[in-house]
């Protein structure tokens, strides 16, 4: 089965890392992307900008209107993901909990279920 893991933290909390903070996160998710190759997991992945480099785009029945930022003011943003592909999601959420993340949502990809033959 296929799953993305997404990755949310408190982008100030980010922000405030020293540059030897912020290298020490980067070397954990490089040994993180390691073990998902090593484990034949690895599918992709990406850090994202901030969240005020985003924009929204809402569709209320004919009218669509752009916004900047995520669609709703959250404690926690969605800084990056992982898409990973492994037998089971008790396997997705072994993995996330090797993640150097605060909260990771683990969510199945549609159309990845394993079929019975």
Request: a negative charge; charged letters at 30%.
């Amino acid at each position: 089965m296929k799953f993305a893991l997404l990755i949310y933290g408190d982008e100030g909390s980010w922000e405030a890392l020293s540059d030897e903070g912020r290298a020490q996160m980067y070397a954990q998710h490089e040994a993180f992307g390691s073990w998902l190759e090593e484990s034949g997991y690895d599918r992709g992945g990406e850090e994202l900008h901030p969240s005020d480099r985003a924009k929204t785009v809402r569709a209320d029945g004919e009218r669509i209107t752009v916004s900047d930022g995520p669609f709703a003011e959250t404690k926690e943003q969605l800084g990056g993901l992982y898409l990973i592909e492994c037998p089971s999601i008790d396997d997705a959420v072994e993995a996330a909990r090797r993640l150097p993340a605060q909260i990771v949502e683990v969510r199945p990809i549609v159309g990845s279920e394993e079929r019975p033959d």
